[in-house]
């Protein structure tokens, strides 16, 4: 839908859910389409192309808001989204901290961001890139079976706007390419790995050849794993999972957890978590950046910042109402989709890179765990606790050595933080990143 088209639908139904009763409202518009392929064992196994929008409606009735979501555009559809909308509103308990944002809080100057690809790649150009990259993962000796490759492209649009005068719609792409294989046999054991690329661009993408290549040379390499003795000791996170402890720190600091006193930082703001010398970004205004936006889903302006600077916690992830709640100011973190309210969320974080190899960090662990895989949900934000099953590969002399699975890694996630080092393959990827990262002095339960 062009911009003038949604922005005139969006302001209609706000001005229909004013007339209906409603004290303020704000409305999003969420259009996409899409092309997916996937490839197994050599031929075309799924080809997909979807198209489709949601319309969300938010109204607020004094401190009560009502929240209704279709995909229904009709004029009968819109009638009905906004009955509903407002009679909810009229029957909730109130919430002192929901509503829009002041007008004077609202972003005035927004970035223009490199976020959207103006090619749209064709099903035969996709087909090939996942036939390619499978090929290439299944020619890996070793390789013995395949759960495919797959390649994909997308192009999304989201309007928002609002009673306080905010409206704004802005595009994005995205395209992915993955590839999983299998590698052994049932006599000797079988081992299954995976590698994918995202970008913004495709022209960003990895090379095909090389994702499948290193999905089954992943694959291979792990064959005749074995279980390690329990011990504490060293160990090292691969980037593809070190990136899961960023992760953890952004649940930690949501203000929705804070609010409510259940994260285990919910008293260390502007204290050290981490050694001196870390710091960890958030950069919503990074080019091509697969989380980039220019605004945030409240209309508030987004800005790069420091949520870790020298290794000292500066901020909660806040939207208006926990915010309120805190009684602070909204960082601009707030993202929503069309059937929910605004909730924070980061953009494009990472863990800003160290000053030596990866090599080097290794270079002096006598015994130590280099982690290739994490699974498990063992993560307590309450009180930090961690535990993971993992699998990778031991370190022995500061060189990293035969395969192994079936053990887990644990510890706490505040000792985990203030002994993280960062080594210096920084690469950014995935939206949330970090470069390989080592802790020493965790407990690793094998036999």
């Known amino acids: 839908m062009p911009e003038t088209d949604s922005q005139a639908l969006l302001e209609d139904l706000i001005d229909r859910a004013r007339k209906a009763g409603a004290d303020a409202a704000d409305a999003l518009l969420v259009d ?4 997916s392929v996937a490839w197994r064992m050599g031929a075309l196994e799924r080809l997909e192309r979807a198209e489709g929008g949601d319309i969300g409606l938010r109204v607020f009735v004094g401190n009560r808001q009502g929240i209704v979501s279709s995909a229904e555009r009709s004029p009968a559809a819109l009638r009905d989204l906004v009955d509903r909308a407002v009679a909810i509103a009229r029957t909730v308990p109130e919430d002192p901290y929901c509503g829009l944002a002041e007008p004077e809080q609202l972003a005035r100057d927004l970035p223009v961001l490199d976020s959207r690809d103006p090619t749209e790649p064709s099903a035969e150009t996709l087909t090939e890139m996942a036939r390619t990259a499978e090929d290439a993962a299944r020619a890996v000796p070793g390789v013995t079976n395949s759960e495919g490759a797959e390649a994909s492209w997308s192009l999304t649009s989201v309007t928002l706007a609002a009673s306080n005068g905010f409206a704004h719609r802005y595009e994005r792409t995205g395209s992915s390419l993955a590839a999983s294989v299998i590698a052994g046999s049932d006599s000797d054991g079988m081992e299954r790995d995976y590698d994918y690329s995202a970008a913004v661009f495709r022209a960003d993408l990895r090379d095909p050849a090389e994702v499948g290549q290193s999905a089954g040379e992943r694959a291979v390499r792990r064959l005749g794993a074995r279980r390690p003795a329990t011990i504490k000791a060293p160990v090292v996170f691969d980037p593809r999972i070190a990136r899961s402890l960023v992760g953890h720190l952004l ?15 919910k008293d260390r703001m502007g204290e050290p978590v981490f050694a001196p010398g870390i710091t960890i970004m958030d950069d919503p205004h990074r080019h091509r950046g697969l989380k980039s936006r220019p605004c945030d889903a409240e209309g508030l302006p987004t800005r790069p910042m420091a949520l870790v600077d020298d290794g000292r916690l500066t901020t909660w992830l806040l939207d208006l109402r926990s915010a309120r709640q805190l009684g602070l100011d909204s960082t601009g973190h707030a993202s929503r989709g069309a059937g929910s309210p605004p909730s924070p969320g980061a953009s494009n974080v990472y863990l800003s890179p160290g000053a030596v190899t990866p090599d080097a960090l290794i270079s002096d662990i006598k015994e130590g765990f280099y982690v290739t895989e994490a699974f498990g949900q063992g993560i307590n934000m309450i009180t930090g606790d961690y535990s993971r099953g993992a699998a990778g590969f031991w370190i022995e002399n500061g060189e990293i050595t035969h395969p192994v699975s079936e053990c887990t890694i644990a510890g706490t996630l505040q000792e985990m933080f203030r002994a ?15 470069p390989t990262v080592r802790i020493d002095g965790m407990t690793i339960a094998g036999q």
């Open 420 to 434: 993280l080092t960062p080594a210096d393959d920084l690469v950014l990827r995935y939206g949330t990143d970090s």
């Open 251 to 265: 649940g930690a600091i949501n203000g929705v957890a804070i609010a409510r006193g259940t994260s285990f930082l």
């Open 32 to 35: 996409g389409v899409s092309v």
